[in-house]
């Protein structure tokens, strides 16, 4: 089975590197100031010459209450009137973007993300969708995947019922946590009572999927606590469940900070409530996708992993990889063709430039046919655990193995461990390796040597 999974402590100690989560290759640590706004607006002349179809990513960067974990771009505000001038630029930023693409791409996926996209007030959200339907070709027959991230502090019925009205069909609510003394280390306190009552008002409302989020590594955290957590939630019976590492960087993070340092889980406890989390979800019928992700077997991610149609993208794993990317708002990335792009991260940078008639666009990267590559071999691996050579050699023109000869070693080593099956055509991870899979996509990658990997969470 495809969800196979075999825990082994040992390999896990040796291969729990800090590396990529590969939303991208390259990764946007590579991303450079050389790109900009005209490199942005020839890839969606090609985009448009290809009638490629389009997922957008919608970017609300803020929150009325700052949770200490958050590694988010976001503004933390009590004054809910900074939204009306961002929807100006947002709706400057959809003219200058729209002329370039054709008016028949439809756009198959719709994200909202954050930040707290719940911060927009009804009047404001009905006002953005509006905006998005005047310049792109939103599909209104409901099979698109329109999704939005939901803080159940910020949402009630009747915000769950203006979604559904405004098309929205797939929500991902943030928990986390639901242990009181847990919520107050991180200043985030959420009842299941609040959760629950959410995730009512989308089953009765039709949503088609429900994702939570949750973290484990959190201060005050313990296996025990957290097991009872995930039992609450196998309870709520979502449909798809990330569970992530918390990555303690104080240092980069400015919110992380005010934790405690002295609170959070020893490195042995973490696996522990990892381990646990993972015997708990497989034991209730959810199959484990990679990444942290979890699905039921009749979720759109574990079919598509079975038929090996999975892909992954900035919004991470996707059966809409085959679209263009448009991110708007604030830091978001775009993705189409071979380029990489991203707005500036300051929101008075990014309002600045749209209103003087410029795209934000800061940084960003045009991919080469090596990116192209590595690109692919490693989204294989991420996304269907395993790599057949033949399919890499006849659409690169390549020979897999003198290509990657220098990689050979360190694969064999890996193929010792027990992490992967190495033969002659094909590359298979294996169910001890899958958790580490990270792992195994970081020997393809060509820039991670050249960089610092404190950049980077542990894979584990």
């Given at each position: 089975m495809l969800d196979a999974i075999r825990w082994d402590t040992d390999l896990i100690r040796r291969y729990d590197l800090a590396g990529p989560r590969y939303t991208s290759y390259p990764t946007a640590v590579q991303f450079n100031s050389q790109v900009g706004a005209f490199d942005l607006l020839h890839a969606l002349r090609d985009s448009r010459k290809a009638q490629r179809p389009l997922s957008l990513y919608v970017h609300i960067p803020f929150c009325a209450n700052i949770c200490y974990y958050c590694a988010c771009n976001k503004v933390i505000t009590k004054d809910r009137s900074r939204a009306l001038p961002y929807l100006?630029?947002?709706?400057?930023?959809?003219?200058?973007?729209?002329?370039?693409?054709?008016p028949n791409q439809r756009v198959e996926q719709l994200h909202f993300g954050g930040g707290t996209p719940t911060f927009l007030n009804h009047d404001e959200l009905r006002q953005l969708m509006a905006l998005l339907r005047k310049h792109f070709n939103l599909l209104d027959d409901d099979s698109g995947d329109y999704g939005i991230e939901i803080d159940p502090r910020e949402a009630d019925w009747s915000t769950m019922g203006l979604l559904r009205e405004l098309g929205f069909n797939r929500v991902s609510i943030g928990l986390q946590d639901l242990d009181p003394a847990v919520q107050r280390a991180v200043n985030r306190l959420q009842s299941l009572d609040e959760t629950r009552a959410v995730i009512e008002a989308a089953r009765t409302l039709q949503f088609r999927s429900i994702n939570i989020d949750l973290i484990y590594g959190l201060p005050k955290q313990t296996p025990e606590n957290f097991a009872r957590t995930v039992e609450e939630v196998i309870s709520l019976q979502p449909d798809r469940l990330s569970v992530f590492n918390y990555a303690h960087l104080p240092e980069r993070f400015m919110p992380q900070r005010r934790i405690n340092g002295s609170e959070l889980p020893a490195p042995a406890e973490k696996l522990q409530m990892l381990q646990r989390t993972i015997e708990q979800l497989t034991a209730a019928g959810y199959r484990y996708i990679g990444m942290d992700h979890f699905a039921l077997p009749d979720d759109e991610l574990a079919i598509a992993q079975e038929e090996s149609t999975l892909q992954r993208n900035f919004q991470g794993y996707t059966t809409h990889g085959h679209c263009d990317l448009i991110g708007l708002g604030v830091s978001a990335i775009s993705q189409i063709g071979d380029l990489y792009c991203q707005n500036s991260s300051d929101l008075t940078h990014y309002q600045n430039a749209l209103a003087g008639?410029?795209?934000a666009t800061s940084r960003g990267l045009v991919c080469n046919a090596d990116d192209r590559l590595r690109r692919e071999v490693i989204q294989q691996l991420i996304c269907n655990f395993s790599l057949e050579f033949e399919e890499i050699e006849q659409a690169f023109n390549i020979d897999f193995r003198g290509y990657f000869n220098e990689l050979w070693p360190e694969l064999e080593e890996m193929a010792d461990d027990g992490l992967i099956e190495l033969g002659s055509e094909a590359i298979i991870v294996l169910p001890a390796g899958r958790l580490l899979v990270r792992s195994v996509?970081?020997?393809?990658?060509?820039?991670?040597?050249?960089?610092?990997?404190q950049r980077f969470s542990r894979v584990i």
């Open positions: 100006q630029r947002l709706e400057q930023e959809m003219q200058l973007i729209a002329c370039h693409l054709a008639a410029q795209l996509c970081m020997v393809f990658d060509a820039y991670l040597g050249q960089q610092n990997r």
